[in-house]
């Protein structure tokens, strides 16, 4: 982050950082650079830096520059997925023999990336609970060089303390990786606690809006940065232009977004554990949450994520989904539009089997920012 934007509130670097007036037109918002490559004023003569819009585009420096000034980051690099992202962060920091230690409640494509690809390259994995700093310190070997942790969690809204994961990584000469997507920077700043890098799926709270895939890598340290940004170039899955200023553009409301889905995803928490047709419900703002202390200890709020469990196994469940007319059955999370999913058929279905695998009852919510009523109203009648 620049030392202009270091002291200013979160809402003003995500308005301003990275985003200053274009220096020709004076537009307020960064151009759309749909470009792919720039006139040299005589060979290697480049006039603003930018030579091919793979190694680096105007609208996508601007996005991340800004993502480095919302988690306080030294540099932020933007990809066309958070898949793209992921992999090009395990084969920037991974060789064959390496080890990595990934959680036992994980997106299920960043478990299919570690489990169906990465292990075709030699790089080892194992599973621990990382909610427990002892389980973590259990799994670490000698040739562990990763630790990833996803917090809140998808999709059980598990919580790992990111300050003892950290330390045990330090402790073990590992790097520790944080994916911040379900908190997105707003909520939670995993570098400030010690993470060494900041993975999103910009496609979800990032963004923001349902219209645009990305994801993005953030680190604190210059060096590290430029590691990643070589592979980024020398692998190519690069944000395109267009991509880049949606994301900006919602990046722009995240702060209000967020109080919004975390307000709304409260009250959607209390009505289900109320409910008889409901086991159990799965959100850290809840004080019988197990991650609970550790939640409000390091982040803002507690999001928009619900998870439960419906009474009648896998058929009730499936049943809600169906039933839902506001809520929109389909993948995927963090717009502003709420959502309904049967994680156990649909985002996870690539971890059955695995010691991944979610529970068949299992319903996941992205709590929007529509009228709270409406959004309870919808959810009693689709529980029947
Ligand atoms: C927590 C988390 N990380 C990473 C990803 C992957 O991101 P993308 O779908 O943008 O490739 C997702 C996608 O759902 C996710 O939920």
Partial sequence: MSDQHAHQGFETRAIHAGQEADPLTGAVVPPIYQVSTY???GVGGLRG??????S???TRTALEQNLAALEGGRRGLAFASGLAAEDCLLRALLVPGDHVVIPNDAYGGTFRLF???AERWGVRWSVADTSDAAAVRAALTPETKIIWVETPSNPLLGITDIAAVADA??????????DNTFASPYLQQPLALGADIVVHST?????????VVGGALVVGDDALGDELAFHQNAMGAVAGPFDAWLTLRGIKTLAVRMDRHSANAARVAELLTAHPKVNRVYYPGLPGHPGHETAAK??????????FRVAGGEQAAVEVCDQARLFTLGESLGGVESLIEHPGRMTHASVAGSALEVPADLVRLSVGIEAVDDLL???AQALG
């Fill in 115 to 117: 489990a169906k690809v």
């Fill in 39 to 41: 006139k040299q004023d």
């Fill in 377 to 379: 109203a919808d959810l």
């Fill in 49 to 54: 830096g930018y030579e091919y819009s793979r």
């Fill in 203 to 211: 496609t979800k709270y990032v963004g923001g809006h349902s219209d």
């Fill in 169 to 178: 990584a330090r402790g073990a000469g590992a790097r520790l990786v944080v």
């Fill in 298 to 307: 390091q982040m803002r709020s507690f999001g928009g994520m619900v998870s």
């Fill in 56 to 58: 680096a585009n105007p």
